[in-house]
């Protein structure tokens, strides 16, 4: 069993700046997919940005250029730098994980980020 906890949402102003952690713990097996979706209500969740094991992050086009997403294999955690923060932005944060080998996925609880003046 995989347990995927994240910090760092919050409320911020339009333009400005958050960064949100994750910390996988458990039985982590490689290769894997970790990332970023997020949801706001009445929506589907989407894709914000992931990597796979070794690979470089793929992103949303709606977030290409402001956001960053960062990975450390060793430690198991997953970050995304948010930068020029719109109020579309808006949504709870979920961290993902992907098991390659035997098809599992995790979630994280979800973290609020509200960009709003």
């Known amino acids: 069993q995989v347990q995927l906890v994240e910090s760092g949402g919050g409320l911020v102003q339009p333009g400005g700046s958050l960064r949100l952690s994750c910390a996988a713990s458990?039985?982590?097996?490689?290769?894997?997919?970790m990332g970023w979706y997020r949801q706001v209500p009445g929506k589907q969740r989407e894709l914000v940005a992931s990597?796979?094991?070794?690979?470089?992050?793929n992103y949303a086009d709606s977030v290409k250029g402001r956001f960053t997403m960062s990975r450390d294999n060793a430690k198991n955690t997953v970050a995304l730098q948010m930068n020029s923060l719109k109020p579309e932005d808006t949504a709870v944060y979920y961290c993902?994980?992907?098991?390659?080998?035997?098809?599992?996925?995790?979630w994280g609880q979800g973290t609020q980020v509200t960009v709003s003046s």
């Open positions: 993902h994980m992907a098991n390659l080998v035997n098809g599992r996925i995790y």
């Open positions: 990597a796979s094991t070794g690979s470089s992050p």
């Open positions: 458990g039985i982590i097996s490689s290769p894997n997919i």
